[in-house]
Every structure is written in C-alpha cells, then in structure tokens.
Nanobody
C-alpha cells in the first residue's frame, strides 16, 4: 500500500499563502486519485481538493474555490496544495490521501480513500 507524508505546514498570517507537499512511497503516485483534506478542532475531516490521476481534472471545496490550486508531479511522486488569501478558518490539520477505486475526481469523501498521511498542522493567525 502507498505511504504518504505531508510537509509544509506551520504558522501563517491571514492573507498569506500556504504551500503543502505530499510525497508517496512504496507505490507509484500515478495509480491513485489524490485528495487533500483538513480537520479542525471539534469538526469532521472535510475535503479541500481532489486531483485526477493524470492531473488533468481537479475539484475544490467551495471554501477554497478560487484561491486554491491542487497539482501533482507523478514523476516525483508528489502532490501539492496551494491556498492563497488565507483566513483563520483555514486552520487545521491537513492530510493527503490516496484512492485507487474511483475515476476522475469522484472521490470527495474521506470514506473513499484508503491511504492517509499523518497530517501537517496549519495555523492561520488573524
């Protein structure tokens, strides 16, 4: 099974940008739809963005649409997430996840993913 490791979290000022990376090992990233999720204290894990296997299709949650970019580099086994114009509500633990069972960007629920990284904390200060 693929192993995932996120990096790039930390403390960011509101209005700034966030750049996260997720590196896959043990299996080729190209086999999987990749998603970014986040979880805030007291809330359920929610989808942020999804990218298809070749990287040609993307999906964004309404909360980040228009200020976020998900991308992938299958040759480097890495998926990226950029969020601009950060607000305190973007605070949370960000996870990358892999799904082998769906097509395009169909996998938009946490239950549709079978492999998860440990997460990286992002805190947006107002």
């Amino acid at each position: 099974q693929v192993q995932l490791a996120e990096s790039g979290g930390g403390l960011v000022q509101a209005g700034g940008s966030l750049n996260l990376s997720c590196v896959a090992s043990r299996r080729a990233l190209s086999l999987y739809i990749m998603g970014w999720f986040r979880q805030s204290v007291g809330k359920e894990r929610e989808i942020v963005a999804v990218v298809s296997r070749p990287g040609s299709s993307t999906y964004y949650a309404d909360s980040v649409k228009g200020r976020s970019i998900i991308s992938r580099d299958n040759a480097r086994n890495t998926v990226f997430l950029q969020i601009n114009k950060l607000v305190p509500e973007d605070t949370g633990v960000y996870y990358c996840a892999a799904s082998a069972l769906y097509d395009g960007t169909e996998a938009r629920s946490a239950t549709q993913y079978h492999s998860w990284g440990l997460g990286t904390q992002v805190t947006v200060a107002s």
